[in-house]
């Protein structure tokens, strides 16, 4: 039997819900409610959909639990197809539902968590008879339902329930959104959603067959760059996705949804960056610039950069990008040329600049600048003249910074996106900073955030949290995880001492600090007190500590040691100068590899006459050298093609230089003996090659991946082995990382933006 009323619900509100419908049956109205829940129905069933075709509304019982079901969501859509009525109930305080919004939206709607139930019986009858359901003594109520209470699906949005990347139901409802907005170019983005108070929040969910490179599906973390990106006028998504360690770039258009396009594949492919116009999406990939356009997928080189990490595609007709381990902002011209170099930073651990945001019109960049330490949560966002040259701080930190054209300032900082009030004319912002949106997937200290924002004020981004923080771990071979019961934190470098009882660790906040922990109870101790400080490394003897260390007035590093039971100040052994890093006892000599602007060095005598000799360098980049443990060889990370490698090179034949690792292989550490070397291989692989340390020729024996575990890939050397070498020590995640199943959509943030500077 039909009913006219449809109660479209979750099962979690199904007693508050069924007295409800109770008190409105006994009034006489005619309610059809599965009793059984619909979350609780495996199949959406051929009864519920005749239901909905049969009544005159639905009525949808409003809670974050309803908002959350898929099959709510379907009946809602169902509903608002057959242009039938839709009567939102408020159960709870709520926004409109988030992938709701354009069916709901100017609706008359009911609030029962604001009215006694006397109240509400009395609301819902008067609001029923007036949208043309029989209710006994209300028969002389005329009819008043707005317009915009019932919704016709547009001819050019097609419903399209089996989409290959999108749930259907959910890319219905923003196709239509979007669609509204977008109709034609002819429309200006800057007028979508002018009405509404709030932000309209949509989530675009993702097939389970799809792996997004990030959170759990991600092996790198968030360390590539932008994973996501929205295009400036907010009718396109972007975004990574990976399988067999292919990372590929997809393409969605919201205002037409043809489900999601493959543009491009590679094994390293980085950076999302769209055109001015929307059209191209540019990218880098070993070492280059390149662009694709989108209609017809075509790829041309825009230039070559060595290791660039972030860019920005202005209006002004240049990509501006960083590079070389992120100290230079350059830029290049998008139809091709050579790169000119805007900015340098200094040579120093911590030191790198962020993602660019090329202001309109010439006003410059912004861009976070290196702070006090390595946890760029605490780093200045500055603005750059790109004419002067002149740089000014803006008073707060944070990274991944936006400007939105209605005078606010964007970043993320802390696993947030937060907003504060900038007026470009003074460089000053008026405001603290309020969060904007909450749980947004970041990566601190590799400046990355997973967001973006169009010119027509949309946003992209996804759930997360930053991953800089973690917990250290004993792992053994077989990679089953101990971990440790020191808090959670953002760590840098990591090394126990030479009879595996003490652990000297960098712990990074608004500045840097090295800390002693004991290995059995963990209990631990600050070493460090002034200025910021880190890179830890034990002596020989186990009594002291070489670590690099500065004011927070300079920008240069010195290289210092500390007994770490001595009252008073660390002794300097190398003066400060940029980028250095103390990383290997020779073991018979009384030398020391260290880096220094990024090639190997050696310091000779370093505790009494430093002298530093270079052993490496000149065309690639060398990081963490490590001497064998009969002092023949070394190993480090070379990058040659835009990536890192695992080498080893022999001190007696500068000849004898052999790779052990393939590409995005790195950190070695020898066994006690010499004849093996371990390393971490691509995805967080703990990899072990045996090693001839007498061989004349290639050393390099068999290569073994001994396990896989999600490392937090903080910088430098993550990890350490026990001297019994039975276990390593490795940062790990204090919970796992979530798989990212949506992509998320903030539309119309400006009145949102201003409520929040309004309170």
Not at 454 to 466: K, Q, T
Not at 473 to 485: D, P
């Amino acid at each position: 039997m039909s009913a006219e009323v449809f109660v479209s619900y979750s099962s979690q509100d199904h007693a508050q819900v069924s007295k409800i419908i109770e008190r409105l049956r006994k009034a006489g109205v005619s309610v059809w409610m599965d009793e059984g829940g619909i979350d609780a129905a495996t199949l959406w069933s051929e009864a519920i959909v005749e239901a909905i075709n049969d009544c005159k509304l639905l009525m949808m019982m409003v809670s974050r639990h309803s908002t959350d079901s898929a099959n709510v969501v379907k009946e809602v859509m169902l509903a608002s197809e057959s242009s039938k009525t839709i009567l939102p109930v408020y159960l709870e305080p709520a926004d409109i539902p988030t992938r709701l919004k354009y069916q709901l939206t100017g609706i008359q709607h009911s609030e029962a968590f604001a009215l006694t139930p006397d109240a509400l019986l009395e609301e819902l009858l008067k609001g029923l008879a007036k949208n043309g359901v029989a209710v006994p003594g209300y028969e002389n109520v005329k009819s008043t339902a707005p317009a915009s209470s019932t919704h016709k699906r547009r001819r050019n949005q097609p419903v399209n329930w089996k989409a290959p990347a999108f749930v259907g139901a959910v890319l219905f409802a923003i196709g239509l959104l979007i669609g509204a907005n977008f109709g034609s170019d002819s429309t200006p983005p800057q007028s979508i959603d002018r009405t509404i108070d709030h932000a309209t929040r949509l989530a675009i969910n993702l097939p389970d067959n799809l792996n997004i490179l990030a959170g759990a599906d991600n092996p790198y973390l968030w360390s590539i760059g932008s994973v996501v990106e929205i295009s400036p006028n907010g009718r396109h998504i972007a975004y990574y996705s990976i399988s067999n360690k292919v990372h590929t770039l997809n393409y969605v258009d919201l205002s037409n949804y043809e489900g999601t396009k493959k543009i491009v594949e590679s094994f390293s492919l980085k950076g999302i960056l769209f055109s001015p116009n929307s059209k191209w999406i540019a990218f880098f990939d070993k070492g280059k610039i390149k662009k694709v356009l989108l209609d017809t997928k075509e790829v041309a080189i825009v230039g070559e950069t060595r290791v660039p990490d972030y860019g920005y595609w202005a209006e002004d007709g240049y990509i501006y990008f960083v590079h070389s381990l992120g100290r230079k902002l350059s830029r290049i011209k998008d139809v091709g040329g050579t790169p000119e170099l805007l900015h340098e930073g200094p040579h120093q651990e911590g030191a790198t600049l962020g993602k660019p945001f090329v202001l309109k019109d010439g006003r410059g960049v912004l861009m976070t600048f290196p702070g006090k330490g390595i946890n760029r949560n605490y780093a200045p966002i500055n603005h750059l003249d790109l004419k002067t040259k002149k740089i000014k701080d803006l008073g707060v930190t944070g990274i991944w910074p936006y400007y939105h054209e209605a005078g606010y300032l964007l970043f993320a900082k802390n696993g947030n996106i937060w907003a504060a009030p900038l007026d470009l004319d003074s460089l000053s912002v008026s405001a603290d900073p309020v969060p904007l949106i909450k749980g947004v997937g970041m990566y601190a200290h590799w400046e990355t955030a997973q967001y973006s924002l169009s010119n027509s004020g949309s946003i992209v981004y996804l759930e997360g949290r930053d991953e800089s923080l973690g917990i250290p771990a004993w792992v053994n071979s077989e990679g089953e995880i101990e971990k440790t019961t020191m808090p959670e934190q953002f760590y840098g470098i990591s090394d126990i001492s030479p009879d595996g009882k003490k652990l000297a660790i960098q712990v990074a906040a608004e500045k840097d600090d090295i800390w002693i922990y004991d290995t059995e109870t963990w209990s631990g101790s600050k070493l460090t007190t002034d200025g910021s400080n880190g890179w830890p490394m034990w002596s020989k003897d186990g009594e002291s500590v070489v670590f690099v260390s500065r004011t927070l007035e300079e920008e240069a590093w010195g290289l210092y040691s500390k007994k770490i039971n001595a009252i008073g100040a660390p002794r300097m052994i190398w003066e400060p100068s940029n980028g250095v890093m103390a990383t290997s006892w020779h073991p018979t000599e009384d030398k020391l590899a260290m880096n220094f602007e990024s090639d190997i060095w050696f310091i000779n005598n370093p505790l009494t006459d430093p002298k530093g000799i270079k052993f490496a360098g000149e065309k690639h980049l060398e990081w963490v050298g490590m001497f064998s443990p009969n002092g023949n060889w070394i190993a480090y990370d070379i990058d040659q093609s835009g990536s890192y490698s695992q080498v080893v090179h022999s001190l007696n034949d500068t000849n004898q230089l052999y790779q052990v690792g393939t590409k995005d292989s790195g950190n070695g550490l020898w066994s006690s003996k010499g004849d093996a070397l371990y390393f971490i291989q691509g995805y967080g692989s703990i990899v072990r090659a045996e090693f001839d340390p007498e061989s004349s020729n290639n050393p390099v024996g068999k290569i073994k991946e001994l396990f896989y575990v999600k490392l937090i890939d903080n910088p430098g050397s993550s990890y350490d082995i026990h001297p019994t070498e039975e276990k390593f020590l490795l940062i790990v995640p204090k919970t796992p990382f979530k798989k990212v199943r949506e992509i998320r959509v903030l539309l119309n943030i400006e009145n949102e933006l201003r409520g929040l500077f309004q309170k």
